[in-house]
């Protein structure tokens, strides 16, 4: 298991000592859940859905409730601008 | 009017709320010095709600006029950190949240508004309702109510130890692997995990969105089972909820007492403590002498549930908790690019179980792992609903322990990850296959000082949990 990667994957910094004490954490978890290879899993299907799902249709339509106002919404973002939430730049310049 | 808190309940708080033996004002008066006094050593609440007295005023201000009090009116709830109440701070008892405020009411608190309930205030839990014991807490662990050495449990530990200390009438928690139960079992009190989709997750802060359940803690079945009736239903805005009468058995429920977690030859099983092993034995002789049938039923792919549970609920955090990025909520870490603040933020904000479980997510759902991981746990999840069918068709209800033993040390189980993993063995397999199960109080267990409380586990089929309340009655009227 490649931690630092796992760790970008999971844009999660992780200092030198957590990266060692969270891959041994890792492991002896990953090692019980090993169990799960004795299971006799070849004739299971993947369970998807607990109650048996069926696709329900609505009408196109606005809902008659709408959700929230959208100020309030905002005003929950660190940074914001004319409305807009603001993000830094993603790419770096060089 | 000298109230004894203890005997109170919802149906003797509507009496004397119709007598005007005391006004919802005053009751919230009287919870509230009970919290002062209580919870500097316990630390169940996150908030206390100064403003739950005009809620209370209003309500006495109804009753006045001559409206005839709904279902819990003026019934001061205690509401986890995971839930949201709007206008109030909402954290999950995460930094991440910590100056959140939640600008809309999740459906539950809608449902017990609409019918009177107060809100005194926010629980404490583990941190995005992650853990057993309340110690993942940002904000610090809250202490059994028992032994203030001990732990509550968790995730919802605030919520059962407000309950148990009598700082609220009941709460509101949620339950994701045993999250109600488990706190309700170590803190001496009812807790319900209802038929997955029984009540709506709108405005639930979500760990694991194909497990998680809201329910209640009440200090009588009763309580729980009105609280339950008023929560339910079908939400639009929640497309996972579902829409049923609650059903129940007959009035002598047949008992299936799973092998795997209790043997009824040998009156125990490895691993369980001697007192959860008595109370065990002496809830079948009760069901015995009231000529419900005992028998042995097996759910062979239990063995099977922790391991599946640990990878289905980090694949569904990991991508829940995508967006505590620093950019829509709350707090952010200073960086120069987008990906440095996102990292910078999780990093600070995130506790240490809640990036473990992120990565352990990450890790199941990488590319190239699907069928080693995440598609094998999603059919063992398939086999252990077939374990639940099969087991129904012989027993109305099951019986079980909720935990292997009473609440444990603070700190006992803080440092392994794994240990603190395996106290949710008895209650992962309901929420792996979605049937309602519930927690209730029978005894005590230990020396004679420190007495600590015992739960047994009540787990139906789904849609009836109407038994769980019919099967834990006969239990606790006769226990």
Wanted: glycine share 8%; charged share 30%.
């Amino acid at each position: 298991m490649d931690i630092k990667k796992l760790s970008q994957l999971a844009r999660i910094k992780l200092n030198k000592k957590e990266q060692e004490s969270f891959s041994k954490d890792l492991e002896s978890i990953l090692g019980y859940i090993g169990k799960l290879k004795e299971a006799k899993i070849e004739n299971a299907p993947e369970l998807t859905h607990i109650l048996a799902a069926e696709n329900v249709f609505r009408l196109d339509e606005a809902p008659a409730e709408p959700f929230g106002n959208a100020a309030e919404l905002l005003a929950a973002a660190p940074e914001k601008k004319k409305g807009f939430v603001k993000v830094k730049q993603v790419f770096n310049e060089d | 009017m000298k109230i004894n808190l203890s005997e109170l309940s919802i149906a003797k708080i509507r009496e004397l709320l119709i007598s005007g033996g005391f006004s919802a004002r005053e009751l919230v008066e009287i919870y509230h010095r009970q919290i002062k006094e209580k919870d500097k050593s316990i630390s169940a609440y996150l908030e206390i709600f100064q403003d739950a007295y005009e809620q209370a005023e209003e309500l006495d201000k109804r009753i006045k006029q001559g409206e005839s009090p709904a279902e819990l009116f003026g019934v001061p709830f205690a509401i986890k950190d995971n839930i949201l109440i709007k206008d109030k701070k909402a954290g999950a008892a995460s930094r991440i949240l910590e100056s959140y405020r939640a600008s809309y009411d999740a459906s539950a608190i809608k449902k017990l508004r609409a019918v009177g309930a107060v809100f005194l205030g926010r629980t404490n839990m583990d941190e995005f309702a992650m853990g057993s014991s309340c110690e993942n807490s940002a904000f610090g662990p809250t202490k059994n109510p028992y032994d203030l050495e001990r732990v509550p449990g968790g995730s919802s530990g605030g919520s059962a130890a407000a309950v148990a200390s009598q700082m609220c009438l009941a709460a509101l928690g949620s339950d994701t692997g045993g999250s109600v139960r488990e706190p309700a079992a170590f803190c001496g009190i009812v807790g319900l995990k209802p038929t997955y989709g029984a009540v709506s997750r709108f405005g639930l802060i979500a760990m694991a969105s194909s497990l998680d359940q809201i329910g209640p803690l009440a200090k009588n079945i009763d309580d729980a089972e009105e609280i339950f009736k008023v929560i339910k239903g079908r939400d639009p805005k929640d497309s996972t909820s579902a829409d049923y009468e609650i059903k129940k058995c007959g009035a002598k429920p047949r008992v299936g007492v799973p092998k795997e977690f209790f043997s009824l030859k040998e009156k125990g099983k490895e691993g369980l403590d001697q007192g959860v092993a008595a109370a065990m034995n002496r809830a079948i002789e009760i069901l015995r002498s009231l000529d419900c049938e005992i028998k042995e039923v097996s759910l062979p792919a239990s063995e099977y549930a922790l391991a599946c549970y640990y990878i289905i609920m980090p694949a569904e955090v990991s991508s829940n908790l995508a967006r505590y990025d620093g950019v829509r909520y709350g707090r952010r870490a200073e960086g120069k690019i987008l990906e440095e603040i996102y990292a910078k933020t999780r990093e600070e904000a995130l506790g240490q179980e809640a990036r473990r479980r992120v990565i352990l997510g990450t890790y199941a759902l990488s590319a190239g792992y699907y069928d080693a991981y995440y598609g094998r746990a999603q059919k063992a999840r398939w086999l252990i609903r077939k374990d639940f069918e099969k087991a129904f068709k012989e027993a109305d209800v099951l019986l079980s322990p909720t935990v292997a033993t009473p609440a444990f040390k603070l700190g006992e189980k803080a440092v392994d990850p794994l240990a603190m993993y395996l106290s949710d063995i008895f209650t992962v397999p309901a929420n792996l296959a979605g049937v309602p199960a519930l927690s209730l109080p029978f005894g005590l267990a230990g020396e004679e000082r420190k007495k600590l409380p015992i739960g047994l586990q009540l787990t139906a089929p789904w849609f009836y949990e109407g038994t769980l309340f019919e099967a834990g009655k006969l239990l606790e009227k006769n226990i």
